[in-house]
């Protein structure tokens, strides 16, 4: 149990289009889903917490407008890269609190966007 | 705020034996876990093991287990008998603190032959 998906994998995008990643949790109900930013060979860096039915929280330096984030459901957020440069190229890893006990995060298996 | 530090950017180990990953923490929160994920290249973060502010006894889970020694602030994974497989990026995260996760900037093991 305590599926998260990620969808699309990888993708690739030209300059100034946007792009839609899903995180899904398959078998669980999530209140709460993180989103993280990943560059080569460093650590997940924290963009944004989405909390289902109101806005996101966003961390210091992270642009609202750029990355938007929607909770509609306690199944699905999504994010999105709205006018996308190269400089957003990284990995993008979201995952979903089940809200037990041990607040035990649950990461889906990551986006690797690719902007030319 | 919270904070984690892992102070070993890469290790090595022989297969089959044992090996330390070092995580100490800053937290002014009374209550938190402490996460360790996995990381192979694939790039999925694969949950360890947890341990509790408030647990008593190191956490264990297979092959892991958590050093727990909350008076130093540390919180040290220990892979026992290692395994080629477990040549992977290894994180410390603590959490949550007002609603979020601090991690760590990882550790690269190398499990040799």
């Known amino acids: 149990g305590a599926v998260v998906s990620q969808h699309p994998s990888r993708v690739i995008c030209k300059s100034g289009t946007s792009v839609k990643i899903e995180c899904r949790s398959l078998?669980?109900?999530?209140?709460?889903m993180f989103w993280y930013r990943q560059f080569p060979k460093q650590s997940l860096m924290l963009m944004a917490t989405?909390?289902?039915?109101?806005?996101?929280?966003?961390e210091q330096g992270v642009e609202k407008d750029k990355f938007l984030i929607n909770h509609a459901s306690l199944t699905l957020s999504t994010l999105t890269v709205t006018s996308a440069h190269p400089e957003d190229s990284s990995f993008y890893i979201c995952?979903?609190?089940?809200?037990?006990?041990?607040?035990?995060?649950?990461f889906g298996p990551g986006t690797r966007l690719t902007v030319l | 705020a919270q904070k984690i530090t892992q102070t070993q950017p890469g290790m090595f180990v022989q297969e089959k034996e044992a090996v330390t990953l070092d995580c100490t923490y800053d937290?002014?929160?009374?209550?938190?876990?402490l996460f360790w994920y996995k990381q192979p290249s694939s790039g999925e973060m694969i949950f360890l093991i947890y341990?509790?502010?408030?647990?008593?006894q190191n956490a264990t889970e297979g092959r892991y287990s958590l050093n727990f020694q909350k008076a130093r602030k540390s919180a040290n994974l220990v892979i026992s008998a290692s395994q080629l497989g477990d040549s992977a990026m290894y994180f410390c995260?603590?959490?949550?603190?007002?609603?979020?996760?601090?991690f760590g900037t990882g550790t690269r093991l190398k499990v040799l032959a």
């Open positions: 995952s979903a609190d089940r809200d037990s006990a041990r607040d035990e995060q649950f």
């Open positions: 989405s909390n289902e039915g109101s806005k996101a929280t966003y």
């Open positions: 078998d669980f109900q999530a209140t709460t």
């Open positions: 995260a603590i959490g949550p603190g007002t609603y979020k996760y601090i």
């Open positions: 937290t002014s929160d009374q209550s938190y876990g």
């Open positions: 341990q509790g502010s408030y647990d008593e």
